[in-house]
């Protein structure tokens, strides 16, 4: 892996313009004076990740996810996990805290891990069980989170 180039990705995230939150999330920016639109496909091409078919994340619509169930597996008890509420990495089951913190370093990027969304969780889950995750879809949902200032950004 090759050192960041901080001010290219400066420049990358300031020049994001119309985006595309539906999947398959979508974004255009300016990069050395040459337009780029990205997305997911574009992303893995550039990464060399490859093509995932039947995927479990990210996905059009969660009404097909038992939060709850996922919640009972990431503590070894039963709980309920309420839309919108975070769960606590340090409750989680040691297997998942491991899991959660190379989730956090490595794909959500992200300058903690104390508080885990439904997503961040269903990820874990996933990881867990060898489901099937679009890494590349993942990360532009997130540069387009980072951008419209839901997510912070977690470089150094």
């Known amino acids: 892996s090759s050192p960041q180039n901080l001010s290219l ?10 985006i ?9 920016t300016w990069v050395r004076k040459k337009s780029l639109v990205i997305t997911g496909d574009v ?18 619509t969660r009404s097909g996810v038992d939060y709850d169930r996922v919640a009972s597996e990431l503590y070894g008890v039963g709980r309920t996990w309420l ?23 490595n794909l959500y990027v992200t300058t903690h891990s104390s508080h885990i969304t439904q997503d961040q969780g269903y990820v874990l889950y996933c990881i867990h069980h060898r489901l099937p995750i679009d890494l590349p879809k993942m990360i532009v949902s997130k540069m387009i989170g980072v951008f419209e200032g839901r997510k912070s950004l977690g470089l150094p």
Do not use: D, M, T, W
């Open 83 to 105: 839309a919108g509420a975070l769960i606590q990495h340090n409750e989680l089951l040691p297997r998942f805290r491991l899991i959660n913190i190379i989730v956090c370093v």
């Open 20 to 28: 595309r939150n539906e999947l398959p999330a979508s974004f255009k």
């Open 43 to 60: 992303f893995g091409l550039f990464s060399g990740l490859p093509e995932v078919s039947n995927c479990h994340f990210p996905f059009l």
């Open 9 to 18: 990705i400066q420049e990358f995230y300031c020049n994001i313009h119309s």
